[in-house]
């Protein structure tokens, strides 16, 4: 059987896209988790939706599966006594619940080409942290769940700029301790 030169071109072309579309969902692609954290120094103990009970020891982060909607947790100390019955609503595909009610911080990094990053970040009000200032207004969270940032506490920010046309951000959580670090070499000021 003789294949014509267009239906060549045709399976070649498929083969391609089918094969960017596989590297991009392998490799590319961001994952959307729902994280528990806990930078205590304690082990919590948590059930989500009346579902498996969880335990989370001190510095851990561990992926659970939520809904979108109104969630559950149940939050045990390490005695098992319980802590706090609480719910929070889900909007977003990621999200961090901060089973401690430690500070966090959520930053936002400017992106694209001909930018003026310093006057972007000195024109935003300053956060102080510990009785110093932080420019670019990192945000204080120290609810029990938020969902309010593009880049959760296991994920870097993008090393490469993927759209070259505009000037965009992302948001970033990060626990206290790591904001610090990053901020020291981020910000050389």
Do not use: C
Not at 53 to 64: P, R
Not at 119 to 135: F, H, M, P, Q
Not at 142 to 160: A, G, I, M, P, S
């Amino acid at each position: 059987m003789k294949i014509s030169a267009s239906t060549k071109g045709l399976l070649i072309s498929l083969f391609t896209v089918i094969a960017a579309f596989g590297i991009y969902f392998l490799f590319l692609a961001k994952k959307n988790t729902f994280l528990v954290d806990n930078p205590s120094s304690n082990t919590f103990y948590f059930k989500i939706n009346e579902g498996k009970e969880g335990i989370i020891a001190a510095g851990q982060t561990v992926e659970v599966d939520l809904e979108k909607g109104k969630n559950q947790i149940k939050v045990f100390d390490a005695q098992k006594k319980l802590l706090y019955d609480s719910a929070f609503q889900v909007n977003k595909i990621r999200g961090l619940i901060n089973i401690a009610h430690q500070d966090y911080y959520i930053n936002e990094q400017f992106y694209g080409y001909n930018l003026n990053k310093d006057s972007l970040i000195t024109s935003r009000k300053a956060t102080e942290i510990d009785g110093k200032n932080y420019v670019n207004a990192p945000k204080l969270f120290n609810q029990l769940y938020t969902d309010d940032f593009y880049y959760n506490t296991n994920e870097d920010y993008d090393k490469v700029i993927k759209n070259v046309q505009k000037v965009e951000s992302r948001s970033k959580i990060f626990r206290k301790q790591d904001f610090l670090a990053y901020y020291k070499e981020y910000y050389k000021f």
